[in-house]
């Protein structure tokens, strides 16, 4: 099994970061790489159990199903059903804590899953968490200034 987790502090209070990515289907307006998202099934956006489809600007789709949302503790828990990453069993939990240090905030972002037959788990985990969740946490912190 693979395990990722990075973090990072963004200039911005907590209840914002948590704005802007606790919407489970907002996820192109932060995350870079992702062009659409369409929950299916007419659920509710943060509703557990809702199924969103994640358009990419090429390839097949990801399609993702929302666990847990919290916006007390500004955190989401989801896995993937489906994707072009050659990952399974993906389990991934996106937080955010206040920095009590400034108005900053902790962004974390973490997940465990098994890969396909024939693929590399550490050459995958270092994609997830560089090019996924490294480029999103970087997207977000220039969005907030720095």
């Given amino acids: 099994m693979a395990k990722v987790f990075v973090s990072t502090v963004v200039n911005a209070s907590a209840d914002d970061v948590w704005k802007l990515i ?15 998202s369409e929950i299916r099934d007419g659920a509710a956006a943060n509703e557990p159990g809702a199924v969103r489809m994640l358009t990419l600007p090429e390839g097949p789709p990801v399609v993702e199903r929302l666990h847990e949302t919290s916006s007390l503790r500004r955190s989401m828990t989801y896995e993937i059903l489906e994707s072009p990453l050659g990952v399974v069993n993906y389990f991934a939990t996106l937080s955010v804590k206040p920095v009590t240090d400034g108005n ?28 996924i969740f490294g480029g999103g946490l970087d997207a977000l912190k220039e969005r907030f200034g720095g």
């Fill in 22 to 36: 606790g919407d489970y289907n907002g996820l192109p307006s932060w995350l870079p790489g992702i062009e659409r």
């Fill in 104 to 131: 900053r905030a902790y962004v974390q972002w973490e997940a465990d899953f098994d890969v396909e037959p024939g693929l590399d788990p550490a050459e995958r985990a270092e994609f997830v968490g560089t090019a």
